[in-house]
Each structure stands twice: as structure tokens, then as C-alpha cells.
């Protein structure tokens, strides 16, 4: 099976921590460049440490805030100017939690501009690099909420899902380049955005955090969360030569708690 992601260089978002941490974690063990984004220059400088660099790498770092594009653009085509990138990892945190009739217009107005609008601006920004350089792996960090909304994330549902019909028809737009799109659905994942929703859950009823974190996981097969290195395993295999013929897919990393297929 051929991973090998030597000189293949990787723009891996929202990777100072979780699961976006694990990806580039994993994509650099596989023999990738990876240019960390994130907000945070004083934890992305910590993480490079911490990314394998024994097959020659010179691994980076990009600070972008994702509440303002233009600056993201700007920054990501200064970046694509100096190299190009084969391999772009999507990955935003989700919007906040709640019921979907009591959200403000402004939380789905800034949750689309985050996620799909700053995604698109990235993919354009890529794009043409990956064509010259007959190499791309376009990979969307999303939630299983995609395949079936989730409770009390209204937000969410609503513009994961435009994610993934952006990603869809993208994926078709590209595949004649030889550039494959996909996307990852994470389920329970020991991140902070999850102790979030468990603790809000718990603020919320009668249970303890201990009761809610075992109703969960009583909906996994698995009966456990996933551990963040799970996800990164399976963005990387996406990047690789040989996922080459795996293309518009919608992946659920979630132990089975999908009810459909």
C-alpha cells in the first residue's frame, strides 16, 4: 500500500488542537511538509516540535483567524505564491450549541462564513497548484450530522450539510484533474468541543457529566469515545497515493453510531 507522502506538502486548518492536531501529526509521519493553521502562533510553534520531520521535512506554520476571510485570503495566497500545496485539510470548530428556532440569523451568517466560505476560499486559493503539480487530496473535517442532524446543534446541521453538498459537487468539478474531495465525519471524539457539548448537556438536566458521557457512549457500538489520533489516521490514509480512487465520499469515524449506511 503506498502512503508515501514524501515531498507532498500539506495545509492542514484548525491543527493547534484536536482532531486537526492529530492529522498533522499523522500526514507528517507519512513523510508530508505540513503548514499548520490556527490563530494561536505560540501553540503552532509548540506543535512543530512534536511533527516528525525524519525523512527531511521543514514543517511551518500559518497564522489565520477564520472569523475574517479577507485576511485568510490574503495570508493562504501568500503561502500557495512560496510553494504549492497537494494536500488541504478542512477543519473548523462547530458553532455553538442550541436549538435551531432560537438561533440568531447572525450565528448562521458567521457559521457559513467560517466554514463553507472560508473552505471555498482555501480551495481556490490550492487548486491550481494541485493541478500543476497532478497531486491533490481535499479533505473536509465535518460531523456526522451530515447523514443525520444532532440534537440541540441547529447551527451545525444546517451548515455542515451545506458543507457537504459544496464538497459533493465539488468532487465532481474536480475529478477530471485527477484532484479527489472528501470528507470526514468525526462522532464522539475526546476534543474540547465535545466536553463542551457534555458539559451543557449536563447544565441542562438532571444528570452528572459522568451520566451523560455513559449515555453516550451507550449509543456507540464501540462503547467509547474516539481518541483524536483515530480521525488523523483516517484523513491521512485519505491524502495518500492510495486512497487515489476514493472520491466524493462522506467517511462517519464514529464506532458505528450511525443508524444508516
Avoid at 88 to 96: A, D, E, F, R
Avoid at 133 to 150: C, D, F, M, Q, W
Avoid at 152 to 166: E, I, K, M, P
Avoid at 183 to 191: A, D, I, S
Wanted: hydrophobic share 45%; aromatic share 4%.
Amino acid at each position: 500500500m503506498n502512503l508515501d507522502l514524501r515531498n507532498k506538502n500539506a495545509l492542514v486548518c484548525g491543527s493547534s488542537k484536536g482532531i486537526g492536531k492529530a492529522a498533522a501529526i499523522e500526514i507528517a509521519r507519512l513523510g508530508a511538509n505540513v503548514t499548520l493553521v490556527s490563530r494561536s502562533a505560540e501553540t503552532m510553534a509548540a506543535i512543530i516540535h512534536e511533527l516528525d520531520d525524519s525523512q527531511g521535512q521543514h514543517h511551518d506554520f500559518l497564522v489565520a483567524d477564520f472569523s475574517n476571510p479577507t485576511d485568510l485570503k490574503r495570508k493562504v495566497h501568500g503561502l500557495v505564491g512560496a510553494k504549492p500545496i497537494h494536500i488541504l485539510v478542512n477543519n473548523t470548530g462547530g458553532p455553538p450549541a442550541g436549538p435551531i428556532l432560537s438561533a440568531e440569523e447572525t450565528a448562521f451568517m458567521d457559521a457559513f462564513s467560517q466554514h463553507l466560505i472560508c473552505n471555498h476560499l482555501l480551495v481556490q486559493a490550492v487548486v491550481p497548484g494541485m493541478k500543476r503539480e497532478g497531486y491533490g487530496r481535499i479533505i473536509n473535517v465535518i460531523s456526522t450530522s451530515v447523514k443525520a442532524p444532532l440534537d440541540n446543534l441547529g447551527v451545525s446541521n444546517t451548515v455542515r450539510a451545506a458543507v457537504g453538498n459544496w464538497a459533493k459537487t465539488l468532487a465532481n468539478e474536480l475529478g477530471p484533474a485527477g484532484i479527489t474531495v472528501n470528507n470526514v465525519l468525526p462522532g464522539f471524539t475526546e476534543t474540547e468541543r465535545l466536553h463542551e457539548i457534555i458539559n451543557n448537556k449536563a447544565a441542562k438536566s438532571d444528570m452528572s457529566q459522568e451520566e451523560v458521557i455513559a449515555g453516550m457512549q451507550e449509543e456507540v457500538p464501540l462503547r467509547r469515545f474516539a481518541d483524536p489520533v483515530e480521525l488523523g489516521a483516517a484523513i491521512a490514509f485519505l491524502a495518500s497515493p492510495a486512497a487515489a480512487y476514493i472520491n466524493g465520499v462522506a467517511l462517519p469515524v464514529d464506532g458505528g453510531r450511525l443508524k444508516n449506511m
